[in-house]
């Protein structure tokens, strides 16, 4: 009787609808992040879109994902080129230029969200349920728009998969065959970026990084082909969020977005324990069975030894 008041339950069906829709997204773009190193850059983005939101709602005056992915779109786009900018012309690694630019646009992002909270429309506006979410908050619209941008990143991945691919794994043959490298460089920035945005309301700020990594380095674990990679990574990105907001339904005072995190890194753990070749138990197998047959051989050559 609980699954079925939970089936019929109109604001849970929008949260789990929700959830898993960002779950597939957030798993299928995030697969190229990491296989292009950046697992970092998803994080910088998200802190990135801080600001951009909130810059959005000062403009506007209203709550809406589509002027808050525009504003978060260009705030992540100024971060990229900073960051490029910051490792072209000075002796700054990336990484550091990634915690630069995340710390100073999350700052800049928690000050205006400050600003905002101590202004006339600060109690109506929610926005400090941004940086850990609150997809209890979901409506229907907020889903509808969530649903269209998922389908929209999962149908470009599926569209530009042979040219992310070929940036992913070999950026100067592609640029040798004439692909722009980096537009599209640029181009799959945006769709992180997008896929951020429509992430935070429900797991916030901070954990969005995680939704984007996780689901994808818990799929690398269990093939080496990148199209079953990506269909893995969204499975497992989708099941997160089913398995979170089922949690977050039957257990009190517990938030989704959290528990969506918690769930993909479940994932993960199973993944690098029970993972048929790349996985822990597979190791210590191959381990077992290579000390083995070192023994085997060891003692084979012993007896031929004698009985020579």
């Not at 069906?13 to 850059?41: D, E, P, T």
């Not at 910088?44 to 779109?73: E, R, Y």
């Not at 800049?108 to 600060?122: A, D, E, K, R």
Request: aromatic letters at 10%; one cysteine or more.
């Amino acid at each position: 009787m609980e699954w079925l008041s939970f089936l019929q339950d109109p604001n849970t069906q929008w949260i789990l609808m929700g959830s898993i829709l960002l779950g597939l997204s957030s798993g299928v773009i995030g697969c190229f992040a990491y296989l292009r190193k950046q697992s970092l850059m998803g994080d910088a983005l998200s802190h990135a879109a801080l600001p951009g939101v909130c810059v959005a709602f000062m403009i506007t005056g209203t709550k809406s994902i589509v002027f808050f992915l525009i504003g978060a779109i260009v705030a992540g786009l100024l971060a990229t080129l900073m960051i490029s900018l910051i490792t072209k012309y000075s002796r700054i690694k990336q990484d550091s230029a990634l915690g630069i630019i995340l710390t100073v646009f999350f700052g800049v992002g928690i000050v205006l969200l400050t600003q905002i909270q101590h202004s006339n429309s600060g109690n109506q506006s929610g926005l400090d349920k941004f940086l850990f979410g609150q997809a209890a908050s979901m409506v229907q619209s907020d889903v509808y728009t969530m649903a269209a941008i998922s389908l929209f990143l999962v149908g470009i991945s599926a569209l530009f998969f042979k040219e992310f691919k070929l940036l992913s794994f070999d950026p100067g043959f592609a640029k040798g065959i004439g692909l722009p490298i980096f537009v599209l460089d640029q181009f799959l920035m945006i769709l992180l970026v997008t896929a951020v945005v429509i992430g935070i309301q429900a797991v916030g700020v901070v954990l969005m990084a995680a939704l984007l990594i996780t689901p994808a380095v818990a799929a690398r674990y269990w093939t080496e082909k990148l199209h079953i990679m990506v269909v893995l990574a969204g499975i497992f990105g989708a099941l997160s969020g089913f398995a979170g907001t089922i949690v977050s339904t039957f257990a009190s005072n517990l938030p989704t977005g959290p528990l969506v995190v918690l769930s993909a890194t479940a994932i993960f753990i199973i993944s690098v324990i029970f993972s048929p070749t790349r996985g822990a138990i597979a190791k210590v197998k191959v381990r077992a069975q290579a000390k083995q047959n070192y023994q085997e051989v060891y003692v084979n050559a012993k007896v031929k030894e004698r009985s020579s």
